[in-house]
Structures are given as C-alpha cells and as structure tokens.
C-alpha cells in the first residue's frame, strides 16, 4: 500500500509503498477514507530524532476516517464495511481520565508506550491504517469522510477548549480568536454555535481576515502591531472575555494576554513556543491562562453531532496521496484555506 511517511530529520515527508498491515487480536484495519494535515505534523517534522520514541520512518496523519476492513479476533460491534471516524489521542482505556472517556489526558499512555496514529503510532496518510482498539472509532454514519475527517482534531480540539469557556461567553460578552487556520476556522463557527459572544478573529493576510468573516466572525483584525488597540477598540475598552490563540507563536500568545479581559479566559491551543505570564500586573485580574491537548472522546460524538445538524462545517482542500507532499508544502507556505484532506483511496 501507498503511505506517507517522515522518514529522515529535517527532509520533506514522501510517498513510501508498505505491505497492508494485518490486524492483530483486538485491532481493526480501516481502509482510510480520508485524512487531515494538521501543523501539528510540521511541529514533529521540526524535532530532534531523540523526540520520536516510535523511531522513524513515521506514516503520518493523526486526522483519520475510514471503512472497516478487518476485524481482529475478538473484536464485536462493528462490521466490515462500517464507516468510522478514528479518534486520535489513544490512552490505556483504564486510568481515571481514561474512564471519562478523557483519553487525551490519559496517565499511562507515556509510561506504556501508547502514541497517537500520526504521531508516534502509524498514521492515516495511508490506504489502511491499524488502530489498536475499537474504543479509538466512533461512528460516522452517512457524514461524508472527507468533509468531516479534521473534525476529529481540527473540530475535537477547538470545541475542547470553547466548551470549557462556554460560561465566561454570555450575551453581550466578547470572543477573540488568534488564526483562522485548520483549527481556527471551526473555533470561530463553534463560538457562533454555542454562545453569545461577539466574535473578533485575527489573522495575517486579509484573505484569512476574508475567510474568518465568511465563517462567521463578527470583526477581523490583523494581527500585527496595532490588533491589541484595535481589539480594545472593539470591545469597548474591557478586553475579551475568553480569547483563543490558534497560533501559540510568542508573538500572538503575548496578544491573547493582552486583550483579555478582568476574569478572562486564555487558551493556548497552538503549539508555536508561545506563553503567556500570569502574574499581578502583568494580565487582568484573575485572567486563567489554560494550554489544552485535543479532546475527549465524548466531545468527539458531540462535534459529529453537530456536523450532522449542519452547525458547523470544514473548509476542505483535497488531494490524492501521490500529492501529500504538496499539501504540506501549501500548509508551510500558510496558503491553504481551511484544511488538506487527503484521499488515499481516489473518490
Ligand atoms: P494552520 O496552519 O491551518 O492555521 C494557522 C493559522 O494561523 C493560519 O491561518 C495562519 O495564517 C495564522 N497565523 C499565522 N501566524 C499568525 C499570527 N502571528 N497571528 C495571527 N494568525 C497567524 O494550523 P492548524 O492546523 O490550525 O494548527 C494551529 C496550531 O494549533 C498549530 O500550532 C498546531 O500545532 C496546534 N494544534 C494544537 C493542538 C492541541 O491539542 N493543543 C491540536 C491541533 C493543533
Ligand atoms: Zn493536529
Ligand atoms: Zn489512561
């Protein structure tokens, strides 16, 4: 079979032919549908080879969706041919967050080995893809695969981080959201969907600040030296009252903390070496600075939920897998709008 695979520190990801993995006990084989191409993956592709405890070469794409097709034994409750949506952050299934369905923030994974499709585990960018426990699929039903594979990551993780700040955004209050990228893009539709807040985007280009309008942002600034005036503009002097900082770069972490409001919420979602100091006087009063990791498995069904009742929807660019390597250099160029999704298996 075709997988994309990151083979050498610091080279370009590349078209690899493997043999179709079989499944073990307990293990499904999907024939992948589709998968996305996250900047996470651009993140990994920067690390020392010390950082990749999998080793290399690693098939990417930790986005994936898929049909069963092969059960190893033992496995019940699915069919060949059942259309799954592959949940991404695998923990151990047992430990206290893991039992919430909170697998994200699993205690054992590390000490057992357990990483993530894509990211340490062998990923989706493949015509079939293992995934280690039936627990990881959720079902798709009729959703189109290649609409909705990001939101199993470009969905799951901003719903995660707009959920827990779903009380701070009453009517009347405001939101901001730093990059309308893969992950920005929903957060922005989220914010719309589920609360009150005016929504006030932030991008680099105005065909970003174009696209965060188009998706549902009241106001788009750029995000440049003037955004912290402009935001403070826009709400009226007080700040916002949840702010999402798609980016995590030092720059637009150092935005999120000065544009929140007194008893703000700050979320880092990006991984970009940002942070953000949270010290008297150096944030408003009683300002929380929060970094969360994708979410839970519980969460996931909600965002398909919503997809299903037509709430929220994927901006998709696609690609066949001989043209993986493009979509990442579109995503490095910051040219893409919305999210690449890959098609291993043709239309
Ligand atoms: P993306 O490339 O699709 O989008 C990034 C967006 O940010 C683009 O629209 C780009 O124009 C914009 N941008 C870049 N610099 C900016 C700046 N200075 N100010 C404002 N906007 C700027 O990336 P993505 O896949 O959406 O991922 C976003 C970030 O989230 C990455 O750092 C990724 O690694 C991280 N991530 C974190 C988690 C988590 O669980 N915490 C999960 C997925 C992705
Ligand atoms: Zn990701
Ligand atoms: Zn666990």
């Not at 999998?54 to 098939?59: H, R």
């Not at 992950?183 to 696209?211: M, P, Y």
Request: glycine share 14%.
């Amino acid at each position: 079979m075709k997988a994309l695979q990151y083979k050498e520190i610091g080279q370009a990801p590349v078209v690899v032919d493997l043999p179709v993995p079989e499944p073990g006990p307990g293990q499904v084989l999907l024939k992948v549908t589709a998968a996305g191409v996250c900047h996470s993956d651009e993140y990994i592709m920067s690390l020392p080879e010390d950082q990749f405890p999998g080793g290399l070469p690693l098939t990417l794409g930790h986005e994936g969706a898929g049909v069963v097709h092969q059960l190893g034994e033992g496995v019940e409750h699915l069919s060949v041919g059942d259309a799954v949506m592959v949940y991404g952050p695998w923990g151990c299934g047992r430990c206290h967050n893991c039992a919430q369905g909170k697998e994200n923030y699993c205690t054992n994974a590390a000490a057992e080995g357990i990483r993530p499709p894509g990211l340490g585990a062998p990923g989706a960018i493949a015509e079939y893809m293992l995934v280690d426990d039936p627990r990881h699929l959720v079902p798709m039903g009729d959703l189109d695969p290649v609409a909705n594979v990001s939101l199993s990551d470009a969905g799951l993780t901003p719903y995660h981080a707009v959920k827990q700040s779903l009380p701070k955004l009453h009517a009347g209050s405001y939101a901001v959201a730093i990059g309308a990228g893969g992950l920005g893009h929903v957060g922005i539709q989220l914010l719309r969907e589920l609360s009150g807040a005016t929504v006030i985007a932030l991008d680099v280009t105005e065909e970003k600040l174009d696209f965060a309008r188009e998706v549902g942002a009241h106001h788009a600034v750029l995000s440049d030296e003037h955004a912290v005036e402009a935001v403070m503009e826009l709400t009226g002097g007080l700040g916002a009252n949840a702010v999402f900082d798609f980016v995590g770069a030092p720059p637009t972490a150092k935005t999120a903390a000065a544009v929140a409001a007194i008893e703000a919420d700050v979320t880092i979602v990006g991984i970009g070496g940002g942070y953000s100091e949270v010290g008297y006087g150096t944030i408003a009063y009683d300002a929380a600075v929060r970094s969360p990791y994708w979410g839970s498995r519980g969460e996931l069904v909600e965002v398909l939920e919503m997809a299903r009742r037509g709430q929220l929807s994927v901006e998709v660019e696609t690609f066949s897998l001989d043209d993986a390597p493009k979509a990442y250099e579109r995503l490095h160029e910051g040219s893409l709008r919305g999210r690449a999704v890959i098609v291993p298996n043709g239309d």
